[in-house]
């Protein structure tokens, strides 16, 4: 199953593609944001070139088809990005279940926090991931994390009644799951 259908995906006000050479920069201080990382899962980096490499491994998979990431742009600048946590394909022995799923993480620039972008890129992805093949997508945030599971739900994800704890830099949070199927 090829995971990315279309190398670009459009909305209103955005574009979702590949990250380029010229994104490693403002990738790296995305990964680096304190507002970011607070909420998104990265590694604590211990030197510049492991933040290099972090960014040039999402170039990768951004160019991949296996793999469910991109870039998003406003007017040609990189704003933020939207990535597979984690995919689940119907393997042959169990073709009975037949659900393709995936699980989602993404970040937006929290310069531009309260403008719908977050809404519109989940929007976005979740449409090419049905089309694609996919019968399930999830997403998870932490407790704190209100806007992010607002976005959710603007977008017609449900919460689970499952829950999971997550120790992520010192501290020990609640993850809440949402899902949309198909």
Do not use: W
Request: net charge negative; glycine share 4%; with cysteine.
């Amino acid at each position: 199953m090829t995971v990315k259908t279309t190398p670009v995906i459009n909305t209103a006000r955005l574009c979702l593609h590949a990250f380029s050479e010229e994104d490693a920069e403002f990738m790296i201080a995305l990964l680096t944001n304190s507002e970011v990382i607070k909420t998104y899962m990265v590694p604590d980096f211990k030197s510049h070139s492991e933040e290099v490499r972090m960014f040039k491994r999402f170039q990768e998979l951004s160019d991949s088809n296996e793999h469910f990431v991109y870039g998003v742009y406003l007017e040609e600048k990189l704003i933020g990005f939207i990535n597979d946590v984690e995919i689940k394909l119907p393997s042959n022995e169990n073709k009975d279940d037949g659900r393709a799923e995936i699980e989602l993480g993404y970040v937006i620039d929290p310069f531009y926090k309260n403008q719908g972008f977050a809404t519109e890129v989940l929007a976005a992805a979740i449409k090419e991931l049905f089309a694609a093949g996919f019968s399930v997508v999830r997403t998870g945030a932490f407790e704190e994390n209100t806007a992010s599971m607002r976005v959710m739900e603007k977008c017609g994800m449900v919460r689970l009644e499952q829950q999971e704890e997550i120790k992520y830099r010192g501290k020990l949070h609640r993850c809440f799951l949402y899902e949309i199927r198909k």
